[in-house]
């Protein structure tokens, strides 16, 4: 154990400790670190505005890892039923968003759309909109950036479950007669649901935490959880809201997080079980 | 009859939906080379003629290539820390058997569950409570922390495929402990180690909430500056240093692979 000494003091100092002073820190009532009580979380919950920048960040992290969930299968299955060449060139372009930086990335979606954009310009010469349409500083345009940005999260996992996916189960279906639409819904989606679900955790968090996408791409007028602490701590200097607002949005993503592995696990031993 | 129509159905669907997300993985990436080439002011696509003009002006902005030296500093020193210190305790967490290694390897892990944005506030507000000014140290501190849970991660399953029974024959035919460890366990966790450096390295390059605390007025990392520009303009210089971020991410990639198989381990992960 003595090598994990000195890793277990850095924790302690750099990671534990500023954990139980952010607490400490959330739970004084003014900026001047005046009189302790619960008085940032009555003002956050009772906030109409507050709650639904958290709504909006959950409703965002969920939005993404559903159409990232509906991009992943495709390309699991079609990735299972290749060859070498089609698997390298599909693991090539996972990998590839995957390994560019997120400033990068989030950057080409604003060449990609907007008003001079490739989406718009496409659009226009083949005489299907009439004007360009405001795709740069909108919602959808900020959840289509982020499932690009956040689908080899969710394409890994799936095509890993995909890939240990007994290959005599689907070709016994096959020989009992299902077609394969069939088999896709009874047999394949049950039995690769943890790697789905893995890859939901994975993705939701990361959207709903993407803070420079959603800056960028969803512009100044989208308020959401990490933009709104950062402005609340470096633009207001509220430290004990934004201790606060820090707390509530790690314990909202955290505790979604925990609520769907512990249900998933339930479901799996219920299909082992079946 | 109807059947078959509906597995053409499922065919075409789950046939055009991968077309689409090849596309659509590859597109972004695709774009920004192509668009750091052109000859225009705007990013206006397709470009309307071709140039190197906006790679010599990236060269020329010292506002551009200051905080990319400084950002590959700062990775350095983040990289070579977690992976010291991770390596180390990876290294001993394997071998226990103590129920307090569990919790400290999940203690370890914990920054990647923490929303990284929480994590660079509590830092600030220690360092501000404490009196330390933020510097380009504090940084790396922070950075650190976040890069650990690869190491961890990555070096324990080499560790964990290492056969112990190796270590006990160079230590029994009277090789030293340090001896055994530079010559055998060493060479055989080399490709954990090589790729979670190169992850860690790309964590902490690519880090925003963490260096948006911590980083001072002096110590202006590359991401940062980036975001700042593009926050204001939509600057074409920008493209440029994307095309240098994508080139170079690929070439390291390139050389991890060929000394650490890296897209296996990231595959697995």
């Known amino acids: ?274 | 009859m109807q059947r078959s129509l509906i597995d053409r159905a499922y065919s075409t669907i789950i046939g055009a939906i991968t077309a689409f997300g090849m596309l659509l993985l590859l597109a972004p990436t695709l774009v920004v080379l192509i668009i750091s080439f052109t000859g225009g002011i705007t990013l206006k696509f397709p470009p309307p003629s071709w140039s190197l003009r906006w790679y010599v002006e990236l060269l020329q902005s010292q506002e551009i290539v200051a905080p990319a030296l400084t950002s590959l500093k700062v990775a350095a020193a983040a990289t070579i820390l977690s992976a010291v210190l991770g390596g180390a305790a990876a290294l001993g967490l394997a071998r226990s058997r103590l129920k307090i290694a569990r919790v400290l390897d999940a203690l370890f892990m914990s920054p990647m569950v923490l929303p990284a944005m929480a994590f660079g506030l509590s830092l600030l507000l220690v360092f501000n409570l404490l009196g330390i000014r933020l510097s380009a140290a504090t940084l790396v501190l922070g950075h650190t922390i976040i890069s650990v849970p690869f190491v961890i991660r990555m070096v324990g399953a080499s560790v964990q495929q290492l056969n112990p029974v190796l270590i006990t024959c160079s230590l029994s035919l009277g090789a030293s402990r340090w001896y055994t460890f530079r010559r055998i366990t060493l060479p055989l966790i080399r490709r954990g180690i090589v790729a979670s450096c190169f992850v860690a390295f790309l964590t902490s390059f690519d880090n925003v909430p963490v260096s948006l605390f911590l980083a001072d007025a002096r110590t202006e990392v590359l991401p940062i500056k980036l975001w700042a520009i593009l926050e204001g303009s939509l600057d074409v210089r920008v493209a440029a240093v994307s095309g240098v971020i994508v080139l170079l991410t690929l070439a390291g990639l390139v050389c991890a692979e060929i000394f650490g198989g890296v897209s296996r381990q990231i595959g697995s992960r």
């Open chain 1, 1 to 274: 154990m003595l090598p994990v000494i000195p890793l277990a003091a850095l924790f302690l100092a750099a990671f534990v400790l500023p954990l139980i002073a952010l607490v400490a820190i959330s739970l004084f009532r003014t900026p001047q670190f005046a009189e302790l009580s619960p008085a940032q979380y009555l003002r956050f919950f009772s906030d109409p505005f507050s709650i639904k920048v958290l709504t909006d960040t959950i409703w965002l992290g969920t939005e993404v890892a559903l159409a990232t969930l509906i991009l992943a299968y495709p390309l699991a299955l079609v990735y299972a039923a290749s060859g070498q060449v089609m698997r390298t060139l599909i693991t090539f372009l996972i990998m590839l968003p995957l390994l560019t930086s997120t400033v990068v990335r989030t950057f080409a979606w604003i060449v990609l759309l907007g008003r001079d954009g490739i989406i718009n310009t496409a659009m226009l010469s083949l005489g299907l909109w009439q004007a360009p349409a405001r795709l740069l500083y909108t919602w959808e345009g900020m959840v289509l950036a982020l499932t690009q940005i956040q689908l080899p999260l969710m394409a890994l996992p799936v095509i890993n479950s995909l890939l240990r996916l007994d290959g005599n189960l689907t070709r016994a279906a096959e020989g009992l007669g299902a077609g394969r639409a069939r088999i896709f819904v009874t047999v394949i989606l049950p039995l690769t649901l943890p790697g789905a679900i893995a890859g939901w955790l994975l993705v939701f968090a990361a959207a709903a935490t993407a803070f420079i996408t959603q800056t960028l791409v969803g512009g100044g007028r989208i308020i959401l959880m990490p933009s709104y602490i950062y402005q609340q701590a470096v633009g207001v200097q509220d430290w004990p809201f934004s201790a606060a607002l820090s707390l509530i949005f790690t314990l909202a993503v955290t505790g979604i997080v925990f609520a769907i592995g512990a249900l998933s696990r339930r479901c799996v031993r219920g299909v082992d079980a079946a």
